[in-house]
């Protein structure tokens, strides 16, 4: 694994779906970059036995946190914690980027 | 905890030391933001058993992890896995601002 990453350089959304690079995995953590379009989503769904972060680099987005509703821009992280269920969709014009961070690795490399 | 984190608005160095704003904190992970005046550092240092991300958000950095230096700006991320020795510092004129990523926690809250 190459230990130093540009994440600045993660730029383009796909067309068809939330665009997923991974930066980082270890047995212990990954750390991607997401990339929405305008009107893409990541439907809520839950991790048992880990927690998320979403960092967001540029635009503006919609995360849910069970049932909370956080309206973010870059600057903004949002933590959502083992066992509640989670999303996030760009309701934004512009594109929408994250920094994702997972802990413990849901799928752990070998 | 808040799961709601404004990291935009973590600026301005310590007079003496690097500064450490926690975000978030679980018994899987912690999220701080560092901010790092001209020629501060965080010395080498080792987690035995959890691996560190430092995700530069502004200025200019160098770190260390084992025998390797990377020069790294904004929107570089570095990986220092478990073991490894690592370290930071601002070598530039301008405030140093990183996104601290640690799993798992090496001292995990109740």
Known sequence: MN???????????????LRKVNLFETPRFFCDVYVLGPGQSQAAHVHAGSDK???VLSGRGRVRVGDDVHEVRAGHAVCCPAGASH????PGADELRLLVFMAPHPKAPA
Chains 1, 2 share one sequence.
């Not at 130093?4 to 779906?17: C, E, I, T």
């Not at 999303?87 to 760009?90: L, S």
């Open 53 to 55: 972060i979403y960092a």
């Open 3 to 17: 230990l130093l990453a540009d994440f600045d350089a993660v730029r383009g959304a796909a067309p068809d779906k």
């Open 87 to 90: 999303g996030v969709e760009n």
